[in-house]
């Protein structure tokens, strides 16, 4: 079996790095909800995934990693941006 | 009831392990003074514009910690030239202050230029105001990431205040 299409990610978060595991055609709000589930946050709430090395544009949620060329070891970074009240 | 502060420094303790780990993307700085339950924080926006935070521990987390920006050519602390822009009132106009259920400063009870009066302190960690769901948002790296988030992204971070 080939496992050329599976990558190990790490996600840095507020509350602590997450590794994981995933197939490269993941799309990134599942990878999203993943991580929010392993920190203990409320899902629901808008977070957004970046590059570590682009820190300035969010990955779009419906896109699959792989669309972004995310292999095998990257780093990723998980944040909220919030609401104005 | 105030908290101890031997309890506050230890979850102080605890939490700024939690910030430096995440700060290390962000290039934050920390500077933590235990005796006074104060922390200075230094953060960049996206195009390197620096700021500062002074976090105010004293109760936490019985309440929310205070939150102010200090300008960093001055040094004086609350003014709107201390404070980023954004594009909605996150980072408020009236104190200035981060308008957010974590931050003492955006309650009227604690100080008169907060803008709510309508909010209670001891719901600061399952606030839902704004449809938000701030129990997501009650560690210092929590807060912290948040207001990155914020100086990090174009569409959000309009540069200074004032």
């Known amino acids: 079996m080939t496992t050329e299409h599976i990558i190990t990610i790490t996600v840095e978060t507020t509350r602590g790095t997450k590794t994981l595991t995933v197939e490269k055609t993941t799309k990134v709000s599942e990878v999203i909800a993943e991580v ?31 669309s972004y060329h995310i292999e095998n070891g990257a780093i990723l970074v998980l944040s909220q941006v919030g609401s104005g009240v | 009831m105030a908290v101890d502060p031997a309890i506050t420094r230890e979850i102080l303790r605890a939490e700024l392990d939690a910030v430096r780990q995440y700060g290390r993307v962000h290039r934050w700085g920390t500077i933590p003074n235990f005796a006074s339950l104060q922390v200075l924080v230094t953060l960049y926006a996206h195009n390197d514009d620096l700021y500062i935070i002074e976090i105010t521990a004293d109760d936490y987390k019985e309440m929310p910690p205070l939150l102010e920006f200090v300008d960093p050519h001055t040094g004086e602390r609350g003014t709107p030239h201390a404070y980023p822009k954004g594009n909605d009132t996150f980072f408020h106009t009236s104190g200035p202050c981060i308008c957010a259920p974590f931050n003492r400063k955006a309650y009227k009870s604690f100080v008169q230029t907060g803008p709510h009066n309508d909010w209670t302190y001891g719901d600061w960690m399952r606030s839902k105001a704004n449809n938000f769901d701030w129990s997501n948002v009650t560690t210092l790296a929590d807060m912290l990431g948040m207001i990155q988030s914020r100086l990090s992204q174009p569409a959000q971070y309009q540069g200074r205040m004032g």
Request: aromatic share 10%; hydrophobic share 40%; charged share 25%.
């Open chain 1, 36 to 66: 929010v589930a392993l920190c203990g946050f409320n899902p629901g709430d808008r977070f957004d995934l970046f590059l570590k090395a682009d820190l300035q544009n969010p990955l779009q949620p419906e896109r699959p990693l792989v």
